[in-house]
Structures are given as C-alpha cells and as structure tokens.
DNA sequence: CGTGTTTTTGACTTCAGTCAATTAAAGTGG
DNA sequence: CCACTTTAATTGACTGAAGTCAAAAACACG
C-alpha cells in the first residue's frame, strides 16, 4: 500500500492538527489494515447496543453521533469530518451507547481494534496522539455541554457556524468564512437542542442582522470577529495545536 | 511507600470499575510519584489558562469542573468523587479550558505529567485503563449534552440524581437509594442548566410525588426503578464494567 | 444570638415550543 | 423536459415551560 494512496491519510493529517509525528509514525499509521467502505447518506455506521469489532475513521463525507432520549428526541452529540476517528470510543469501550450515522455519502476505514490497541503501544508518538485526540473530543462535548445549557438561541447557533468553520478549515475541507453546512435545520436543532423551526428563525436573524449569508447550505460568514463574538466563541477548546 | 496507604489507592479502586488490571499493574500506579495536597471547599485546584505540569487524582471530597460563557453564567461540566482522575484533560493538553473548582474540602494526589505518561506507555494495561477511562468522561460528558438539550427539567434534574447514586456508590462512596448530595441547589442549577429557583421547585415536585425524600442535602430514593424511569437513566454510558 | 447562606414561595415575564399552513427545492419517472 | 412527490425552509398565531424579581423562611456557624 503506498503511502499517500492510503484511505487512512485524512486521519494523518487530522492527528498532525494536535500532536507531533516523525515520517516513521506517520507510515506506520497508514500501513495499519484497513477496509475501505462506502456508506450512503443516512445510513447507520453504527447504533448503540452493537459491540463492534473494528475502529472506523473517515475518509470522506460527514457523520454525526446521537443519542435518542425517553421522550422521543434526539440530540446530535458529535459532528465528524473526514479524518476523525468516529469510534475510539465504540472501540475500546465494550459497548456503543449512541449512533453514529452518515449525513452525507460517506467513505470510512474500518480499522480492526486490535490493530489501533498494538499501534498505540507499540509507538508512544501515535498512541499519545489519538488519546490526545480523545480528550479534544472530551473537550468539544464539555463545551457543547455549556453551549446547550447555557447560552441562548443566537448564541448556540452562532457557536456551531464557528465551530464548524474551524474545524472544517482545520481538516482542509473548506476555508472558515465560507463553506458548505452539511445538515438540515431540523439536524442543527437536534445538534444545538432546539426546534427547527426556531432554528430557522434564529439563522434567518444572523443572516437579517449581518453576521451571515447563507443560500442553500451555503453560508458565508460576513465578519469572523463579530459571528465569533455573538456566539461566545473562544477555539481554545479545539486543541488545535 | 505502602501499598495499602498510598493516596492513589482510590483511582486503583475507581479504574477497577472499567479494567482489569494485576496485582503487579495497580502496586505501579500505587507507586508512582505524587505529592497530597488539601485544598479547602470552594477554592480552585485549576483555572482556565492554566498550563499545569502535574495531573491531579481526588482522594477524598468532590469536585466540578466548569465554563464560564459570556452571559455571566457557569455551566458545571463534569462532578469528580474520590478516585477521578480530575484533569489528564489538562495535563496532556497544553492549556485548560475550564476551571476545576472544589465542591467540598479535598485531598488531591499531584502526579507529574511525565510519571503519567511513562506509566501508560510502559505498561499497556495501565495506559488502557486511563484511556478507558477517558473515553468514560468523554461518554458521561455526550450524556449531559443530550441531558441539557434534549430533556425537560424534571427529567434533567432525576437524571443527575440517578447518575449520582450509581457513581457514588461504584467509588464506594454511599449507598445507591441513600446519600449526601454536596451540591447546594445553585450548583445542582449549574449542572443540569437551569435556574436555582427551578431547580428548587423540581426537587420539590420530585419529592411530592414521592420518587425521593429529602432533608437538607440527604437524598433517599425510595423506588430505583421509577425515578430511573422519569430520569430516563440507562446506565449504559456510564461504562462500569 | 446574629449574620450570611440556602431554600422556598409567589407574581409576573419571556424565550422557545407547538401547531398549522405555505412556499421553495430536489428528486423521480414517464 | 415536464407533471408529480417528497423533503426542506419559512412564516404566523398561540401556548407553555422555565426564567426573573423579590421577599420570606429555614439553616448553618462563629
């Protein structure tokens, strides 16, 4: 398998985003045995309950985490983008408690777990760097903790456009001011905790009020400063290096 | 140092509850380097902005972690009992993100960042258990996200009652039905994102229709299975093994 | 005891939810 | 390429759960 043609150089690039890795940890990391899988849009990866026996990294397209709560809702817990590992958690621990599903066509490396276990004791530089990448995405979740709980409407949504933007820019899939959002209203409400149509309203007044401009999925953020402002948005809890 | 009296032995304890460890594994983490420190309620053990060097395990007491978001409000991100590793989030991080605050007085364990590392990685099993435990706080921190978001108040608020009494009692801290809960009703508010006021008729309301009993911070919970029910708490995500 | 939290209660407000209908966009098959 | 469905976005009128403000009661503690 020759290096830059593996599925697995998205995770690469994503792991350099928060650690250090010489060229040799690097190669190892997509010398590891891997399969390749399509996934339409909407299909499950994963649902809670299953005991997978593989890790799964994304190659390409968007996926996202949910847990579905007693009164019939859902809440989206985690966004994914091409080069996250979607289930470090599904993998080490015995048994998924959420849902991964893809929200676009989606292409994932289905990593066997035993290969991730020896990598991350056989190379320290690869194994500190995906735990490191666990705890950013510990870190992400306390901050939707608070993003949910405690911020209102505006806020909440202005906080996931900017999120979204870095993360994305972060990943070499689009540039902070203007991208493509890949989900539906309804999908940014069940991320943020609201209804969608008060997500649509809420979208509608950063748009009326200059933040943004959106068409279709598009949004194009007018002034970062301001967005980033409105929407208590301090990227410390990112972890980018 | 003695094995039985050193002050990592509640975070042998608490990793027990996830892994499986030797006899051999747990006396190394006994006997990793770390110094006590008491800190009084209510006082900081970490700010946001820190750049700590050492990784700090509770022996005694509870502590929270929280954000603070622009509004002025603070949103309780995580509660730490005897045997929590209360920071490997910033100790392998460069920078905090949140602030670690004592809820009551506390005894911490101050390990260096490095003894942590060394261990992890000489010794696989230890290092699993950490990062198990890791992807727990992350996966506790996903279930407070869909509790904030997705829950009403009366839901939210028997939810953290439930998760208590499980956490209490696996770090062999209280009984399940029967404990002390070290939060006023201000903190409770701060934790599941409400108001203090609110929070106080929903412990009220609670109480009435008879799923709990409480005087002043003692809990009883006289039916396991109903208040699980109006919490909608699966103990899944909380992967005790 | 007195002072300072914490808990409780009541009256009123508001932000976000609900319900329902309309418009716009995106597919689909002929 | 056009009628036909389906899904997503938008808007309006009304409701309701939780927030705000303020004051009283109950504790906790030096």
Same mark, same amino acid.
Request: charged fraction near 20%; proline fraction near 4%.
């Given at each position: 398998m020759q290096n830059t043609s593996s599925g697995l150089a998205p995770l690469v690039r994503q792991l350099l985003n928060r650690s250090k890795l010489t060229e040799e940890d690097q190669a190892a990391i997509l010398a590891m045995p891997h399969q390749v899988k399509q996934i339409p849009a909407l299909n499950y990866i !994963? =649902?809670? +309950?299953? *005991?997978? $026996?593989? #890790?799964? !990294?994304?190659? #390409?397209?968007? /996926? &996202? =985490?949910?847990? $579905?709560?007693? /009164? +019939?809702? *859902?809440? %989206?817990?985690? %966004?994914?983008? /091409?080069?996250?590992? &979607?289930?470090?958690q599904n993998s080490l621990l015995a048994c998924a408690d959420h849902s991964v599903q893809a929200l676009t066509k989606v292409e994932v490396a289905l990593i066997p777990r035993q290969a991730i276990e020896e990598i991350a004791f056989e190379r320290? /530089? &690869?194994g500190k760097a995906l735990w490191v990448d666990t705890l950013a995405e510990g870190s992400i979740a306390r901050e939707w903790v608070a993003n949910v709980g405690r911020r209102d409407a505006k806020t909440r949504v202005a906080h996931l456009l900017c999120e979204f933007a870095m993360r994305l820019e972060a990943a070499g899939l689009g540039q902070q001011c203007n991208y493509e959002l890949p989900m539906t209203q309804e999908q940014i409400a069940d991320t943020v905790g609201l209804t969608s149509v008060h997500v649509n309203r809420t979208l509608r007044a950063l748009d009326t009020e200059g933040y943004t401009k959106r068409s279709k999925r598009s949004v194009v953020i007018n002034d970062w400063k301001r967005l980033a402002e409105v929407g208590d948005f301090n990227p410390l809890y990112l972890h980018f290096a």
């Open positions: !994963a =649902r809670e +309950g299953d *005991r997978p $026996t593989h #890790s799964c !990294a994304l190659i #390409s397209g968007f /996926a &996202v =985490r949910h847990k $579905t709560v007693g /009164a +019939g809702g *859902r809440q %989206i817990v985690n %966004i994914h983008m /091409a080069g996250d590992m &979607v289930d470090l320290p /530089a &690869v």
